[in-house]
Antibody, heavy 118, light 108 residues
């Protein structure tokens, strides 16, 4: 079955850019919507945004000015960049798949902790 | 943005008991585009219910979802030891998609 795996630096300095990649295995990345979701320690879930395999994107307005997503279908990967990070961006970041534009998330990656600290 | 409010924040129950979790939306969720997830410590959320009442693949039938409009419910008919976890609702009918704050189901 399809599996997702997040990768990237676990520590980012304040004001710098957080960069993460999600690798999709066990299936094609094509024809699905791919999202990033984050969860600060002990808190709830926040949808960051999504990208379709064509490259079209939708971002949460609360983060839109700082978020960029991209997709590389040849590598079965998609990526997240979040600029000008602060301690408030410290969270576990998940990637997840949605079957369409108005759909639930399934499956999810295991998540990766990103800490913003100098 | 649609705000989802889950209640109670914590539910203390014993194995075998029935759990009823509520998710209330600040405005109507179109076409019952509401999902429920289970999350255990150190794990990613797992999809339980989509479309307000459809069970995801492999989910036991003790889990059921109901509701429409602004009021939704997740019911666990008889709690098993592995069901003690945090549960989140999510609406995906309008952008941005949003999640509730979660209900923790703990062992009494």
């Amino acid at each position: 079955q399809v599996q997702l795996q997040e990768s990237g630096p676990g520590l980012v300095k304040p004001s710098e850019t957080l960069s993460l990649t999600c690798t999709v295995s066990g299936g094609s990345i094509s024809s699905y919507y791919w999202s990033w979701i984050r969860q600060p320690a002990g808190k709830g879930l926040e949808w960051i945004g999504r990208i379709y395999t064509s490259g079209s994107t939708n971002y949460n307005p609360s983060l839109k000015s700082r978020v960029t997503m991209s997709v590389d279908t040849s590598k079965n990967q998609f990526s997240l960049k979040l600029s000008s990070v602060t301690a408030a961006d410290t969270a576990v970041y998940y990637c997840a798949r949605a079957p369409g534009s108005l759909y639930w998330f399934d499956p999810w990656g295991q998540g990766t902790l990103v800490t913003v600290s100098s | 943005e649609i705000v989802l409010t889950q209640s109670p924040g914590t539910l203390s129950l014993s194995p075998g008991e029935r759990a009823t979790l509520s998710c209330r939306a600040s405005q109507s969720v179109s076409s019952s585009y509401l999902a429920w997830y289970q999350q255990k410590p150190g794990q990613a959320p797992r999809l339980l219910i989509y479309g307000a009442s459809s069970r995801a693949t492999g989910i036991p039938d003790r889990f059921s979802g109901s509701g429409s409009g602004t009021d939704f419910t997740l019911t666990i008919s008889r709690l098993e030891p592995e069901d003690f976890a945090v549960y989140y609702c999510q609406q995906y009918g309008s952008s941005p998609s949003s999640f509730g704050g979660g209900t923790k189901v703990e062992i009494k």
